[in-house]
């Protein structure tokens, strides 16, 4: 008989410190497909985040390294250039890539750094406790947006894909959803793009996901996915965005 | 060549083969010959976003096993104190070097060393320390930067390079090394990101979550850091056999004493100088073996800042000898006729 589903080598079998609901725990393992899929596990080095996935290198089973919030991309960027046969990916937050590391992802990516993004949208600060993100929507209700977050006083939900997508160094983004089977199939393929263009040293590539956090949506695992299909993805539609 | 172009030569004759900078007067030169040179050996030169962003690439590299380094002076140096931190955290080593200017905030770009404080005890967050050497001509930034890389590498820790705009301007001749090490003959790194082929996944990491965990790690430090007092404080002693006073300065400081003391010698007065090349960690010994029966029963302290080295000969002293101080920070250096002055014209 075929076996046609096992646990990925790269991903360690690990208990989880991930809350119910959560997508860090689909993306880890996503990746870790694709890892293996590409046959560069003995390659791979990832830089992982500050945030609820500080300790992803507890579940990836290669190299990893962590960074300060916000400075990934400033990490990976010298590990590429000194090590070029490596692949080098970073997994961030919307925290740490699209607000106190902004400057970091806008020039690492002006500069066509040839690294594989995995972004998480999940709209809100998961580890320090639910407060507002620079991606939070308007009106939703987070610890420093008691009311919910009003455009006058927090701006607007930032579009980091869209932006990033004017810049020439910029070769592949995509945003894709865990809410479903079927977008989680799609994730997928993404994230296996943009591994593809690095193996191909073919530029910068991100993957931006949007990705549940029940616990500080106030929701339900079911409704928090539904929330993504209804609501979330209305502000950040999905699909190939460069 | 200006001491800046010195240190970064020294840089690429020890090994260092990345460095990330960004530009900020009195250490443009280094940027500059990194920029002009780093390729020749096969390196990698970025001129990063920001101070931010240059610390956390030489983090990067670090951990990648490749010697790495970056240079700035003091306002650029305080935004690297994060990344410094999170270095030692990670025990990886690298070379930081700070030509220092006016302070606080944007300061002025004139010499300085009031960044004594932030290089010897941890500038940034947490319980650590950074090696700090204290250059004070152009040759002996140039071996000092190849003995910093030694060190960082042996310790796996942080170390500086704690110069001035004064040294990182001036020009002098230089003797470079004719033998350059072959960087395949440096310590190996076996706990460096190269790609797990054939071992178990290294991580490069600062983060303790669980109970102890951090407790455990930071008193491994600690230890460390004790050997590292006990065996790696050095000195300059100058004209200190008979000398009944004695100046004590580093960098660029100890060059304008030195005159000073020659002048004094010739009126006959006995005095001499202690120039620290270590200021973490800080030459006690000596100073506990002047207070333990020396003939000098005074002691000068004279610092481009209002006194932050002081503390430091006053701790190693233990209150047996009195110490003076003479310091001039923010635009202004103390003269060899302003130490002259102090000297004879105290009642001790």
Known sequence: MEKIFSHPKSLRDTPTHYCPGCGHGIAHRLICEVIDELGIRERVIGIAPVGCAVIAYDYWDFDCSEAAHGRALAVATAIKRVRPENIVFTYQGDGDLAAIGTNETIHAANRGESLTVIFINNAIYGMTGGQMAPTTLVGQKTVTTPVGRESKLHGYPLKISEMLALLEGVKYIERTSLNSPQEILKTKQAIRQAFENQVNNIGFSMVEILSPCPTYWGMSPKESMDWIKNVMSREFPLGRIK | ?348
Not at chain 2, 112 to 123: E, H, I, L, N, V
Not at chain 2, 131 to 157: C, I, N, T, W
Not at chain 2, 199 to 211: C, D, G, L, Q, T
């Open chain 2, 1 to 348: 060549m200006t001491g800046n172009e010195a240190i970064a030569q020294g840089a690429l004759d020890a090994g260092c083969r990345f460095y990330a900078g960004y530009p900020i007067t009195p250490q443009n030169e280094l940027i500059g010959y990194m920029a002009s040179h780093m390729t020749a050996y096969g390196g990698v030169f970025i001129q990063a976003e920001s101070e931010l962003s240059a610390i956390n690439m030489v983090f990067g590299a670090s951990s990648a096993g490749v010697r790495a380094m970056t240079s700035s002076s003091s306002p650029g140096i305080s935004l690297k104190q994060e990344g410094i931190s999170y270095i030692a955290g990670a025990e990886l080593p690298a070379v930081i070097v700070n030509i220092m200017r006016g302070g606080p905030g944007l300061g002025n770009i004139w010499p300085a060393q009031s960044d004594y404080f932030q290089a010897t005890r941890s500038g940034g967050h947490g319980d650590y320390h950074c090696l700090v050497l204290a250059p004070h001509s152009v040759q002996e930034a140039y071996d000092m930067v190849g003995r910093a890389f030694e060190l960082a590498d042996k310790y796996r820790m942080p170390a500086i390079i704690l110069g001035d705009g004064m040294l990182g301007q001036m020009m002098e001749p230089l003797v470079v090394k004719s033998q350059i090490p072959n960087p395949k003959s440096q310590i190996k790194k076996p706990w460096a990101l190269t790609g797990c082929k054939g071992r178990k996944p290294n991580i490069a990491k600062s983060f303790y979550m669980w109970e102890g965990e951090l407790e455990k790690f930071n008193l491994g430090l600690q230890k460390k850091y004790k050997m590292i007092q006990a065996k790696e404080e050095r000195f300059e002693g100058f004209m200190l056999s008979d000398a009944q006073i004695i100046l004590v300065a580093y960098g660029s400081m100890a060059r304008i004493a030195k005159g000073a003391i020659a002048s004094l010698r010739k009126r006959g007065i006995k005095i001499g100088l202690i120039r620290p090349l270590t200021l973490w960690p800080f030459p006690k010994k000596i100073f506990q073996s002047i207070s333990q029966g020396h003939k000098c029963r005074k002691i000068l302290v004279i610092e481009m800042s209002y006194g932050q080295m002081i503390e430091d000969v006053q701790l190693s002293l233990g209150g047996k000898i009195n110490v003076e101080f003479l310091g001039r920070s923010g635009g202004g250096v103390p003269t060899e006729e302003e130490i002259i002055k102090k000297v004879v014209s105290r009642k001790w």
